[in-house]
C-alpha cells in the first residue's frame, strides 16, 4: 500500500495548479490525471482569456505546459482513474483503476464536471469546429456571425445575452413553449433585438462541410402540426447545463442538489477534515479556467497549513 502526503484527483487547470502549488510546498503530490487528461478547457480550441497569453494559447499545449511545469516542482502526475475512494477516516483509501491503493492524508478532488449534450451524433463530429458548451470561452471567434443555443433555463439566457454582444444574430432553441428562466432573464432575452427564440423546437442534427454551417430543426415534434426546417448558422452552444463528476463521493460529501460539491466559506474544505474541491466540481456558477486555477491554489495552500497543524 502506498503513503502518500497529498493526493490529486483531476488533471484540468484545478488540478495541475494544485500540483504546481503542493509540489513547491514540499507535499510531494501524487495526481490522476482522469478520463480526460487536461479536463474540459480541452475541448475547446484555442483559448484567448488565460491570462499571459496575448495572442492566444492553443487549450492543449496549455494543460501540456501545466503538467509539465506540475512535473518540474515535484509531482508524480500518473495517467490514470480513481474508482474507488473511502473517506471514512483518515488516511483516507483510495484505489485506482489497476486495483493500487494509496493512503493518502490529504486529499484534493479536482474532476471538474461535464457539460450535458442532446446525444446527436452530429456534436462529436463537429466538436471544435462550431459545437461548444461554453459561451464565454469560445463566443468571441462568433463575433458578426449567426449562432444558435440550446436551453430554456437560466445558463442558456445568459449564454445568449452574452453571445448577443458578439454575434450578428442569435437563435434560442427551446423545446418548450416557454422559458424556464428567472422572470428577469426572461425580459433580457425577449427585448434583445438579435435574439430569436424558437420554442417548441427541438434539433435533429447539424450540417457543414469544414464545420457548421447550419442546424436542421423540428417544431412541434411528433404532433401533427409538426415541422421541419433548416437554420444557417456558424455556432451552435450547448447550454442544459453541467454534470459534476462527482459519482465517487456520493454519501460522503456535502452535495447540493445538482451534485456538485459543497466548500464552506472563502474556502476549498469540504465537509470531511482533509478532503478539499478546486474547480468545476465545486463551482456550477463560472466555469472558468483561470477561476478553477485559483481554486487549486488554494487548495494546495490550505492542504499545506492543514497537514502543518498535524
Known amino acids: 500500500m502506498e503513503k502518500v502526503k497529498t493526493l490529486i484527483i483531476g488533471s484540468g487547470p484545478a488540478g495541475y495548479t494544485a500540483a504546481i502549488y503542493a509540489g513547491r510546498a514540499n507535499l510531494q503530490p501524487v495526481l490522476y490525471s482522469g478520463m480526460q487528461p487536461g479536463g474540459q478547457l480541452t475541448t475547446t480550441t ?14 492543449n499545449q496549455l494543460m501540456m505546459e501545466m503538467r509539465q511545469q506540475a512535473e518540474t516542482y515535484g509531482a508524480d502526475v500518473r495517467d490514470g482513474s480513481i474508482v474507488k475512494a473511502d473517506l471514512s477516516s483518515r488516511p483516507f483509501h483510495i484505489e485506482d483503476e489497476c486495483g493500487n491503493v494509496i493512503e493518502a492524508d490529504t486529499l484534493i478532488i479536482a474532476t471538474g464536471a461535464s457539460a450535458k449534450y442532446l446525444g446527436l451524433p452530429d ?13 464565454t470561452c469560445d463566443g468571441f471567434f ?18 445568449a445575452m452574452y453571445l448577443s454582444g458578439l454575434a450578428k444574430k442569435v437563435y434560442m432553441i427551446v423545446r418548450k413553449p416557454y422559458l424556464r428562466a428567472a422572470e428577469i432573464m426572461r425580459k433580457r432575452v425577449t427585448e434583445k433585438d438579435n435574439i430569436e427564440i424558437l420554442y417548441n423546437t427541438n434539433t435533429l442534427g447539424l450540417y457543414g462541410e469544414n464545420g457548421v454551417e447550419g442546424a436542421h430543426l423540428v417544431r412541434f415534434k411528433g404532433e401533427e402540426n409538426e415541422e421541419k426546417f433548416d437554420v444557417a448558422i456558424d455556432g451552435f ?21 445538482h451534485g456538485f460539491i459543497l466548500t464552506q466559506p472563502k474556502s476549498t474544505a469540504t465537509s470531511v477534515e ?5 474547480g468545476d ?4 456558477t463560472y466555469r472558468q479556467g483561470v477561476v478553477a486555477a485559483a481554486t487549486g491554489a488554494m487548495a494546495a495552500i490550505e492542504v499545506d497549513r492543514f497537514l502543518q497543524k498535524q
Request: aromatic share 10%; with cysteine; hydrophobic share 35%.
Open 281 to 284: 466540481v465545486a463551482d456550477p
Open 274 to 278: 482533509g478532503v478539499y474541491a478546486a
Open 237 to 257: 452552444f450547448l447550454a442544459i447545463g453541467h454534470t459534476p463528476n462527482t459519482e465517487l463521493f456520493k454519501g460522503q460529501l456535502d452535495l447540493d442538489d
Open 46 to 59: 484555442i483559448v484567448e482569456n488565460f491570462p499571459g497569453f496575448h495572442d492566444g494559447i492553443d487549450a
Open 123 to 135: 456534436e462529436e463530429k463537429y466538436r471544435g469546429q462550431g459545437v461548444s458548451a461554453c459561451a
Open 142 to 159: 462568433y463575433r458578426k456571425r449567426v449562432v444558435a443555443v440550446v436551453g430554456g433555463g437560466d445558463t442558456a439566457c445568459e449564454e
